[in-house]
């Protein structure tokens, strides 16, 4: 079993940054894909950014040129640089991976809240 432990979620004031840390640990068999999903009250949940184990990103156009997500493959640790914050941007913050073998987790969420 992978476990998915999420930091650096907060509050923060509109044009503030944040970083967002996700870790996996567990039985770890090799991570594919990480990304960060996000779901605000009311809306469905929608894929904020996703980084393979090449390197190749995608972001969400609403993100572009905001947000930055990077991995450290030794640390099986996935980021999300957010910056140029905007009210629209508050949602609870979930990474996820897929492993080579198409196993996939999800972390439990971290509330971020963008307000002045």
């Known amino acids: 079993q992978v476990q998915l432990v999420e930091s650096g979620g907060g509050l923060v004031q509109p044009g503030g940054s944040l970083r967002l840390s996700c870790a996996a640990s567990g039985s770890i068999f090799g991570i594919n894909i990480m990304a960060w999903y996000r779901q605000a009250p009311g809306k469905e949940r929608e894929l904020v950014a996703g980084i393979t184990s090449g390197g190749s990103t995608n972001y969400a156009g609403s993100v572009k040129g905001r947000f930055t997500i990077s991995r450290d493959n030794t640390k099986n640790t996935v980021y999300l640089q957010m910056s140029s914050l905007k009210p629209e941007d508050t949602a609870v913050y979930c990474c996820?991976?897929?492993?080579?073998?198409?196993?996939?987790?999800w972390g439990q969420g971290t509330q971020v809240t963008v307000s002045s």
């Open positions: 996820y991976i897929q492993e080579f073998n198409a196993a996939d987790y």
